[in-house]
């Protein structure tokens, strides 16, 4: 069985710029989750999605960060325009009955 | 509000002796409790969960964990470290409702030196 995907693993990306990350669950996932690390600092939940609805977008730092996942299926998460402070590891996780399976995350760099 | 601690931000141990990586929360209510591990380049990785029952857990590649409800503790431990036990430990929890996020801690970066 696939795991969960995320692309790209790494982005490099210039202050002001847009960038967007994704996100593939494993198939039949109803539960998506974007967490964040920033170096040295505790993983922080961003937002919750169940199928397509946003079920708990609580941990979303502003309106510069967009997620969607349309049809249910894999994730998007566009932040724009992008800010030095939005540097750090980007983690996916789904899950269908409990446990949580995670991507290897994507890199995100804004210099 | 639940939060999780890891006082340490490295752990070095000596291949073939104990480890222990420790980890306090805070939760309303009865609390849930994980440890991941993460390997350079990989996604976390599930090692072990405690929900009820016995508060010995044990997990994946001999590592295991002991909830402590009146220390609010859930080290993780494990008798005999390999080097190949050298990654990124983190400790979550969330509260028994299903309704709330996990919550992690800051990572323990765990060292075994042969």
């Known amino acids: 069985e696939a795991g969960v995907t995320q692309f790209p693993s790494h982005s490099v990306i210039e202050k002001g710029q847009t960038v967007t990350l994704r996100c593939d669950p494993i198939s039949g996932h109803d539960n998506l989750y974007w967490y964040r690390r920033v170096m040295g600092k505790e993983i922080k939940f961003l937002l919750h999605f169940v199928k397509e609805s946003k079920q708990d977008e609580s941990g979303m730092p502003n309106n510069r960060f967009l997620a969607e996942r349309t049809g249910g299926t894999y994730s998007t998460l566009k932040v724009q325009p992008a800010e030095l402070e939005d540097s750090g590891v980007y983690f996916c996780?789904?899950?269908?009955?409990?446990?949580?399976?995670f991507g290897s995350g994507t890199q995100l760099s804004v210099l | 509000a639940q939060s999780v601690a890891q006082p340490e931000d490295q752990v070095n141990v000596a291949e073939g002796n104990p480890l222990t990586v420790k980890c306090t929360y805070s939760v309303s209510g009865n609390p849930y409790l994980f440890w991941y591990v993460q390997y350079p380049n990989r996604g976390l990785q599930f090692l072990l969960k405690y929900i009820t029952g016995d508060n010995l857990v044990k997990g994946s590649y001999g590592f295991e964990a002991e909830f402590n409800k009146s220390q609010t503790s859930f080290h993780l431990k494990k008798p005999s470290a390999l080097v190949s036990d050298s990654a990124l430990y983190f400790c979550a929890v969330r509260d028994n409702s299903g309704n709330t996020p996990l919550v992690f801690g800051k990572g323990t970066r765990l060292s075994v030196i042969a």
């Open positions: 996780a789904s899950s269908s009955r409990g446990r949580l399976f």
